[in-house]
C-alpha cells in the first residue's frame, strides 16, 4: 500500500494561526498584509483565511525582504513580478508540451533531444545529440 502522493503547494489548508506560526509572525501581521494586498490567502465560505504552503514561503519572502530593509512597496513589487514569472514558466512549460505533441503528430519531420537538466532541442533528422547522456525521441515513418 502506498502512502499519500504529493501536496500541492497551492492548497489552501491552513488556518490563519499555524500559517503564522510556520511564517514566524503574529496572527495581525498576516492580517495586515492581506489587508496591503501583499499576501492574500484564499477565503472560505464563512470568510475565515485559509493560507496555502505557497502563502506561507511568500510570508518568509516578505519578512526576508523586510529585514533586509525593503519597503512594503518593493516587496510589494517583487512578489507581483515573482508571480507573474511562475505563471510563465508554466505557459512556456504548456506550450512546449503543445509543441512537442504536434510535432510528433508529423511522423519522420522532427527529432527531438532532452537534455539531462531537461532542455527539450529539436534535431535535424539524421543528427545526433551532442552528449551521450541526451535522449532523443523520434517516431519513426510509417509504411502505409
Known amino acids: 500500500m502506498s502512502g499519500p ?3 500541492d503547494e497551492s492548497v489552501p ?24 494586498g501583499l499576501v492574500s490567502p484564499t477565503r472560505t465560505a464563512g470568510k475565515s483565511r485559509r493560507y496555502s504552503m ?3 514561503l511568500q510570508l518568509r519572502e516578505v519578512a526576508r ?3 533586509e ?19 510563465l514558466r508554466s505557459r512556456v512549460r504548456e506550450l512546449e508540451g503543445a509543441l512537442a505533441d504536434e510535432l510528433l503528430q508529423r511522423p519522420g519531420r522532427r527529432v527531438f533531444a532532452a537534455r539531462g ?14 552528449r551521450p547522456t ?11
Open 5 to 7: 502522493g504529493p501536496v
Open 13 to 36: 489548508i491552513f488556518v490563519i494561526s499555524v500559517a503564522a506560526e510556520l511564517a514566524g509572525m503574529h496572527p495581525q501581521t498576516l492580517r495586515q498584509y492581506d489587508r496591503l
Open 54 to 56: 505557497r502563502d506561507i
Open 65 to 67: 525582504l523586510g529585514a
Open 69 to 87: 530593509g525593503v519597503s512594503l512597496a518593493g516587496i510589494s513589487r517583487i512578489l507581483e513580478l515573482e508571480n507573474e514569472v511562475i505563471a
Open 117 to 130: 537538466d531537461g532542455d527539450v532541442i529539436s534535431l535535424r533528422a539524421g543528427t545526433r545529440a551532442h
Open 134 to 144: 541526451d535522449l532523443v525521441v523520434w517516431r519513426p515513418n510509417r509504411l502505409e
